[in-house]
């Protein structure tokens, strides 16, 4: 059987959420709000089944390609749905999507994975050296974006030259990702290896998929999620002003949290099983694809486009990811994380999305 039960089921669901919302959507029907929730769904199944596409294909071609693969198309919704606001002259909501990303990776996932895992196994240790490692990727990648838009806000004598200095650090940071994977190559190896003393791989090869299916799939997944994408952000615009929502609060709320609805579950089950290097592991491989390959990927990309995208942010959201990075820094510094600090971390993204909520 090509299929387990739990994917037909996930499949099944995402077949349904898709055609609801294609039906909103072309028969203009469920008012404002209706093809806007529907399309939201839509994107958070068909970001699970994006991932799960990614993933076995990467089973198929080799642990070392699973992180090449993961890196290039396991953010294919944001992707889209940053490029179609973009083109709708959203802005601030395709600025928001991808800050968001990353703040809910960093404080809503891994924060609910401490819970969770704090909640079921106590006190949760977990590899020191490689949680380190994170907290300094994280804050290597917030520097790297936040540069530049210091340089527009502080007036310096950069001031002005944002577009070039944005395709400037897009290009360098691209490379250092270039760089970075032989690296990743191997540590995705030694997370394979983990796996597979935990039991995983070999579910997973009970139930793998052949290669042409894993490809058959992220193909049919990839194209429905461009359509829903635009669907989507074809629906913000009345539904945010039905709604009362904000651009930035409809980019770093809910487009982030349905964009990366598959870490949200894996991370918060491999924590509640007890492994928190592997929950780790999969927000900082979630992280690092959207702040050193997504992001300046869609700054080149949108050179394209009638407004191109830069590193320029507004100050609050300067101040979040900098904040985010040093939370990250102090809890897992020790490699013990508890789940009252897993509480604080989703406590300070809830207070980030207040701010937007207001904006």
């Not at 055609?19 to 399309?39: D, K, M, N, Q, S």
């Not at 650090?169 to 796996?195: N, Y």
């Amino acid at each position: 059987m090509l299929f387990t039960g739990s994917e037909l089921r996930i499949i099944g669901l995402t077949v349904a959420a898709v055609v609801a919302a294609a039906v909103t959507y072309y028969g203009h029907i469920g008012g404002t709000v209706a093809p806007f929730v529907l399309a939201g769904i839509a994107l958070a199944l068909l970001a699970s089944l994006v991932g799960r596409s990614v993933e076995a294909m990467g089973e198929r071609l080799g642990a070392g390609a699973t992180g090449v693969v993961q890196s290039a198309l396991g953010n294919l919704p944001e992707l889209f749905v940053v490029l179609f606001a973009l083109k709708s002259k959203l802005y601030e909501v395709a600025t928001a999507t991808i800050v968001g990303s990353i703040l809910a990776n960093v404080l809503l996932v891994l924060g609910l994975a401490f819970v969770a895992g704090g909640a079921r196994n106590g006190v949760q240790l977990f590899n020191q050296a490689a949680a380190r490692r994170m907290a300094l990727m994280m804050l290597l990648s917030v520097a790297a974006l936040v540069v530049p838009a210091l340089t527009a806000l502080l007036h310096t004598p950069a001031a002005g030259h944002e577009r070039a200095l944005s395709v400037a650090v897009s290009i360098l940071l691209l490379l250092l990702f270039i760089g970075s994977l032989p690296v990743s190559i191997k540590k995705t190896q030694a997370e394979t290896s983990a796996r597979q003393e935990a039991g995983h791989a070999a579910h997973r090869e009970e139930h793998g998929w052949p290669l042409w299916l894993a490809l058959t799939m992220l193909a049919v997944t990839g194209v429905a999620a461009a359509f829903v994408s635009d669907w989507f952000v074809a629906g913000l615009t009345p539904a945010m002003s039905a709604l009362h929502i904000s651009q930035a609060f409809a980019g770093l709320v809910i487009v982030a949290i349905a964009g990366n609805a598959v870490e949200n579950t894996t991370a918060l089950v491999l924590a509640a099983k007890g492994q928190s290097d592997l929950a780790i592991s999969v927000v900082k491989n979630s992280v690092a694809q959207i702040a050193v390959f997504l992001f300046p990927a869609l700054i080149l990309v949108s050179l394209l486009l009638t407004h191109s995208l830069t590193f320029v942010l507004p100050p609050v959201y300067i101040a979040a990811l900098a904040l985010a990075a040093l939370s990250i820094w102090q809890i897992t510094g020790d490699g013990e994380a508890r789940d009252y600090e897993g509480a604080a971390l989703v406590v300070l993204f809830v207070i980030v999305g207040a701010v937007a909520w207001f904006e």
